[in-house]
């Protein structure tokens, strides 16, 4: 789906109390070009509400446990954590991770150890190789989350998206009390996270220069396709990326 502007800025006529509005909020309309008709439609009306920031920290990192769970039946087993320095106990941000690879990836290998002790497959103990992606903005107050995105792979659709230089609608996904959409126009970019099955939840809409996240998305790809080459050669299957393991690695049965 392409999108262009293809009307100027409308600007409100007046505050609710009869003032002229000084910053009156931004109304647009696009048009998208869906195989070979084009419609014409007006963009999100809370791109008036906003925030205003100056940027967004985009972080990776990859979930931890300190049990493993072999089955309801069992009983968990300890799971050593890793020892490096990192600002919470049961995530490794990739920027924490760098200079401590191999301890990330014997942490991973304790796993697969637990999981061929108990015979079992990499679909049954997925769960140990999620990750989270983040957009932070302490300072302002910011926080925005994919709690459905827990492999590189699904969040590299929206990095790559924002990295990119289309313009209009950007991004576009939901699941289960959640959803988040992205446009940009003319630099500016516009992100939102909502909770799509309940009215009285608010969610979350920020507006920022696009060129301040794109560079910081730059290095956050590089380092973190760097870390899942490193496992990968160490552990052998993907799983990180969403990929299908491959046919010798810490889970084979043979």
């Given at each position: 789906?392409?999108?262009?502007?293809?009307m100027?800025?409308?600007?409100?006529?007046?505050?609710?109390?009869?003032?002229?509005?000084?910053?009156?909020?931004?109304?647009?309309?696009?048009?998208?070009?869906?195989?070979?008709?084009?419609?014409?439609?007006?963009?999100?009306?809370?791109?008036?509400?906003?925030k205003?920031?100056?940027?967004?920290?985009?972080?990776?990192?990859?979930?931890?446990?300190?049990?493993?769970?072999?089955?309801?039946?069992?009983?968990?087993?300890?799971?050593?954590?890793?020892?490096?320095?990192?600002?919470?106990?049961?995530?490794?941000?990739?920027?924490?991770?760098?200079?401590?690879?191999?301890?990330?990836?014997?942490?991973?290998?304790?796993?697969?150890?637990?999981?061929?002790?108990?015979?079992?497959?990499?679909?049954?103990?997925?769960?140990?190789?999620?990750?989270?992606?983040?957009?932070?903005?302490?300072?302002?107050?910011?926080?925005?989350?994919?709690?459905?995105?827990?492999?590189?792979?699904?969040?590299?659709?929206?990095?790559?998206?924002?990295?990119?230089?289309?313009?209009?609608?950007l991004h576009?996904?939901?699941?289960?009390?959640?959803?988040?959409?992205?446009?940009?126009?003319?630099?500016?970019?516009?992100?939102?996270?909502?909770?799509?099955?309940?009215?009285?939840e608010?969610?979350?809409?920020?507006?920022?220069?696009?060129?301040?996240?794109?560079?910081?998305?730059?290095?956050?790809?590089?380092?973190?396709?760097?870390?899942?080459?490193?496992?990968?050669?160490?552990?052998?299957?993907?799983?990180?990326?969403?990929?299908?393991?491959?046919?010798?690695?810490?889970?084979?049965?043979?």
């Amino acid at each position: 789906m392409e999108a262009t502007v293809c009307m100027a800025r409308m600007m409100a006529l007046a505050s609710a109390t009869g003032k002229p509005c000084h910053n009156p909020p931004i109304v647009k309309k696009i048009c998208l070009s869906v195989g070979d008709r084009s419609e014409e439609r007006t963009v999100e009306s809370w791109f008036a509400d906003a925030k205003p920031i100056d940027s967004l920290e985009p972080e990776i990192a990859f979930r931890l446990w300190d049990q493993f769970h072999p089955a309801p039946e069992h009983q968990p087993e300890p799971l050593d954590l890793p020892e490096f320095p990192r600002a919470s106990r049961l995530l490794a941000r990739t920027s924490e991770v760098t200079a401590h690879e191999a301890e990330l990836a014997a942490y991973y290998g304790r796993v697969a150890a637990l999981a061929r002790q108990h015979a079992l497959k990499i679909h049954q103990v997925r769960q140990y190789f999620w990750m989270d992606l983040r957009l932070d903005n302490e300072e302002a107050d910011v926080h925005l989350s994919f709690p459905w995105y827990d492999t590189v792979s699904s969040m590299d659709h929206f990095l790559a998206a924002v990295a990119g230089n289309d313009q209009g609608m950007l991004h576009d996904d939901q699941d289960q009390g959640w959803a988040v959409e992205a446009w940009a126009f003319d630099g500016t970019l516009y992100i939102r996270q909502s909770n799509p099955d309940s009215d009285d939840e608010p969610g979350q809409s920020v507006v920022l220069p696009r060129a301040d996240l794109q560079a910081r998305i730059a290095p956050l790809r590089e380092r973190t396709a760097k870390l899942m080459a490193y496992l990968a050669k160490e552990l052998g299957p993907d799983v990180w990326l969403g990929g299908e393991v491959q046919s010798a690695g810490p889970f084979d049965q043979r």
